[in-house]
């Protein structure tokens, strides 16, 4: 039995890698969804004119890997307080987001979230939106699994981004 779960978490680049090695874990792809585009291209949401935002589906067997660990493992990619988008990608579509798919999930999410504010980890109110699952559009060939084919501009672009002191100052205590 698979199920998918989709995040938003800023450039779906780092958004793979977190994802992809564990047991469970079928697929992940990166793509676009939340906007009013049909088809929309690479260009077209790094402008802000699709309406969509940067994700990746995850594909998994809930038997061997629960959505609550795909939350877990979510929550520590990103800067769940940041409104405008992430670390050094501005704007709407590189804001964060859990596109539910089913009640069981926005229940899960919701209450994943609500654990999170109450945590007291974050000193600003977390933002993450959490929304229903929408029409999902991969990305275009290139950018599937970006950081293996393109293993040293990731990395380049990944060590300038400030994600990983984020990643460590907030859950490497």
Known sequence: MIEKATFAGGCFWCMVKPFVEWDGI??????????????????????????????VEIEFDPTIFSYEQLLEIYWMQIDPTDAFG???????????????????????????????????????????????????????????????????HYQQDRAISGRDEFITKHWEK
């Not at 969804?33 to 790094?46: C, F, I, R, S």
């Not at 999410?109 to 929408?134: C, H, M, Q, W, Y």
């Open 86 to 152: 992430q670390f050094h990608d501005r704007g709407e579509s590189y804001t964060t987001a859990i596109f539910t798919y089913t009640d069981e999930q926005k229940q899960i999410a919701l209450a994943s979230k609500e654990k999170l504010a109450n945590s007291g980890r974050f000193d600003k109110p977390i933002v993450t939106k959490i929304r229903d699952a929408e029409r999902f559009y991969p990305a275009e060939d290139y950018h599937q699994d970006y950081y293996k084919k393109e293993a040293e």
């Open 26 to 55: 079928h697929k992940v792809t990166s793509g676009y969804m939340g906007g009013h585009l049909e088809n929309p291209t690479y260009e077209d949401v790094k402008k802000g004119t699709s309406g969509h935002l940067e994700v």
